[in-house]
């Protein structure tokens, strides 16, 4: 059974940063394509930053130059570097595992921008 634990959320000032983990279980790990998600209350959840298992990443144009995905296969484990954070940051970052027609969500974790 594959499982996805996000952790590192929190409240941040405007500015700051913050490091998003998400943990994996299963063998899927290593050839699943990671993607990181987010949902601000009232709106749509919308696509983050992306790695595939060969290690090439994307990321929306919102979050270029502030936000860094990355992976270490030998923990099982893909990140999110958030840097330069803003109130508009503030959401819910949910982690995903997609391979092939398998894909697995995780329970979220909480983002809050705020001075």
């Known amino acids: 059974q594959v499982r996805l634990v996000e952790s590192g959320g929190g409240l941040v000032q405007p500015g700051g940063s913050l490091r ?3 943990a994996v279980s299963g063998s899927i ?3 699943a394509a990671m993607t990181w ?3 601000a209350p009232g709106k ?3 696509l983050v930053a992306t790695i595939t298992s ?3 990443t994307n990321d929306t144009d919102a979050v270029k130059g ?3 995905i990355s992976r270490d296969n030998a923990k099982n484990t893909v990140y999110l570097q958030m840097t330069s954070l803003a ?3 503030t959401a819910v970052y949910y ?3 997609k391979f092939m027609t398998l894909m697995y969500w995780g329970q979220g974790t909480q983002v809050t921008v705020s001075s």
């Open 20 to 22: 998003l983990s998400c």
């Open 37 to 39: 998600y987010r949902q």
């Open 29 to 31: 790990f290593r050839l």
């Open 95 to 97: 982690c995903n595992a």
């Open 87 to 89: 109130p508009e940051d």
């Open 44 to 46: 749509q959840r919308e």
């Open 54 to 56: 060969s290690g090439s």
């Open 66 to 68: 502030r936000f860094t």
